[in-house]
């Protein structure tokens, strides 16, 4: 279905429908590229064009990191009050809230997500966030510390790092800017964030509101342009202090090289390849539609999506098959806009190809497919939409339980024990999350304790909440965003020491 066919907000209608080149944010004003290209950004559903948004290269991302230099040495933001920096991130949130509608449907154009969850959960957790590190903006203390030499008073100062270089992915524009945003605002950092090519619309509307809400020039800048230009000049680049990324371990090694040459801080939210594990004694009611959602949700394009689910021997079967049920019957697929669509189209075409390749791969290595193994046929031909599959008879060595898929894919594999799944959940380069469905609590604690990932649900999957720490183990990435932890990302301690003899 045509994307005509929807009603949009006038207001979308008008940010996307308008052809005029979306452009760059910087130093507070929207301008042109410095080499005049634009590229275009895609509705996943229908593969339409959706605007020309300019392309940021090197020297856009020089002159957005002296706006953000300037503004974080000398500008207003510099000599700013906790009180009104809160203030204004406060404002910002309430901006978002009342264009949410406009959000939402931004969202579900540029990405394909079910317009539904951009709704319920993409808007509403970016306002959430962006209060709750606000509120954190007059919460950043330092410390007395009591040390052993008569006369001096020693003091710890919590510092801004400075200009900070954020890099974010396309599954949750809207979301992953807020994520990295609130806290580097809360501590006073000034930013140069590049969103993802393929989703950089959300980003550019939410520099309108940043700018409407007051925020001084160069506080925020927003530079869309490609990984290997954009991304790489502000990774590499001498006066920014640090780098965050959210993406695919693959760049984010990348960036760990990017930012050695001048020792940049460094923090990283890589990808996943996360365990579900469903004990025989789980509710099963709530256990088969959880295991469904934790790989299907945003049409398992999430980091942390469960994509090996381990399946007790003894009740493998007849779970298998109520979750194969689930997502031939459950999932509704169709264009984001349609309020009943609970599964939307792959972001793009090369995200496609990916996960097709993979099932290929899954299928030629000697696992079944239960249900899905293909793109999506009828009207859905023209879009990027792949059925939701469920995969068995997978052995831990295969390519589909090993390597991030990153779509709507799942490996299901039947365990003996406890002993037996916890070394096999553990048996990845990953450790981002975990899943565990079990009524015992004893078998929940034990099996959460061993995990080797940055967070565990236990009967419950993909929970979020701005204050709760969310980040890897192991090549899942460095530090953590979130709650008080991820302040830690866009501070450095000073040591004060007075001799007051
Ligand atoms: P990606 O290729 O790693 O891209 C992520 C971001 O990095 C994009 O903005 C991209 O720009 C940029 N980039 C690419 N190459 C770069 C380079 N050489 N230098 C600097 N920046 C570069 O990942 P993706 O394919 O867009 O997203 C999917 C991956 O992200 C998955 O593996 C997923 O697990 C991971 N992810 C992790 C989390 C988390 O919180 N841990 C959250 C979401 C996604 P372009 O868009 O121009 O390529
Ligand atoms: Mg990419």
Known sequence: METTAFQLNPRTADFVKSKTIKKLFIGGQFVEAVSGKTFPTYNPATGEILAYVAEAEQEDINRAVVAARDAFEDGPWSRMLPQDRARLIYTLADLIERDADVFAEIETLDNGKPIREAKHVDVPLTVEHFRYYAGWATKITGDVIPVNVPNLHNYVRREPIGVVGQIIPWNFPLLMAAWKLGAALATGCTVVLKPAEQTPLSALYLAKLIQEAGFPPGVVNIVPGFGETAGKALATHTDVDKVAFTGSTEVGKLIMNYAADSLKRVSLELGGKSPNIVFPDADFSRAVPGAMQAIFFNQGQVCSAGSRLYIHKSVYDNA????????????????????????????????????????????????????????????????????????????????IAQEEIFGPVVAAMPFDDIDDV????????????????????????????????????????????????????????????????????????????????
Request: proline share 2%; with cysteine; charged share 20%.
């Open 422 to 501: 916890i070394k096999r959940a553990n048996l990845t380069t990953y450790g981002l999350a975990a899943g565990v469905w079990t009524q015992n609590m004893s078998t929940a604690f034990n099996v959460a304790h061993k995990l080797k990932a940055g967070s565990v649900w236990i009967n419950c999957y993909n929970m979020f909440d701005a204050a709760s720490p969310f980040g890897g183990f192991k090549q899942s990435g460095i530090g953590r965003e979130m709650g008080e932890y991820a302040l830690e990302n866009y501070t450095q301690i000073k040591s004060v020491w007075l001799n007051y003899n």
């Open 320 to 399: 298998l098959a109520d979750m194969v049920s689930y997502a031939d019957k459950k999932v509704r697929q169709g264009n984001g806009l349609d309020p009943k669509t609970t599964m939307g189209p792959l972001v793009t075409g090369e995200q496609l190809n990916r996960v097709t390749g993979y099932i290929e791969k899954g299928l030629e290595q000697g696992a079944k497919v239960a249900t899905g193994g293909a793109r999506a046929d009828g009207d859905l031909a023209n879009g990027y939409f792949v059925r939701p599959t469920v995969f068995y008879d997978v052995q831990d060595e295969m390519t």
